[in-house]
């Protein structure tokens, strides 16, 4: 194994462990809880490019399905996955991949990250949503005011701060990871 390989392992084991740190900073909502995760979920994919970000969300999530605390509120367990947030911990994954993925074909600008933290952010939603909309019976208008509509500042605050620091970030990444910067 190339020591850039276990480089690589590590920042997307350090990722897994911020995720569930950022589920410890939480604010109980019903059904949906505000949470800290997709901050570090965004830093990854800016960080780490689309496929160790995917990594690293899926380390979290099969701790937490193992049952360890990691989850919003200090839970774990299968049963997250199958109820209302369990739309979301998916677009997590997925969100990290797109993020990672318009990261790694765009310059290191701001106006490339912004766009990559914006559509990976809105693919939570594409997920999270109609998850909630399935799982708790609900119509669609009343999943997207419960579900997404008390997030988007928050969010958008998240993404923003995600933004800055893999701004400052990116250049002790991009240097300990021989990460090339597309032309």
């Known amino acids: 194994m190339s020591t850039d390989h276990l480089q690589r392992i590590v920042y997307a084991s350090l990722f897994s462990a ?3 740190v950022g589920a410890y900073i939480h604010i109980p909502m019903v059904p949906v809880p505000i949470v800290l995760q997709n901050f570090f979920v965004l830093l990854a994919g800016l960080l780490l490019g689309s496929r160790w970000a995917f990594i690293s969300v899926c380390i979290y999530l099969l701790v937490g399905a193992l049952g360890l605390p990691v989850f919003s509120g200090g839970r774990g367990g299968l049963g997250h996955f199958l109820g209302p947030t ?7 994954a997925l969100s990290a991949y797109v993020c990672g993925w318009i990261s790694e074909r765009t310059r290191d600008t701001v106006m ?3 766009a ?3 559509v990976a ?3 939570v939603y594409a997920i999270g949503v109609p998850w909630l909309k399935m799982v708790t019976q609900m119509d ?6 419960l579900g997404m509509v008390p997030f988007l500042v928050g969010d958008v605050l998240k993404a923003a701060a995600a933004v800055v620091v893999a701004k400052a970030l990116r250049p002790m990444f991009n240097r300990r990871l021989r990460i090339a910067t597309p032309a």
């Open 112 to 114: 490339f990250s912004v």
């Open 140 to 145: 669609w208008q009343r999943a997207a005011l």
């Open 18 to 20: 911020l995720i569930a």
């Open 86 to 92: 369990g739309g979301y911990l998916f677009g997590f």
């Open 116 to 118: 990559a933290v914006t």
């Open 121 to 123: 952010s809105l693919t």
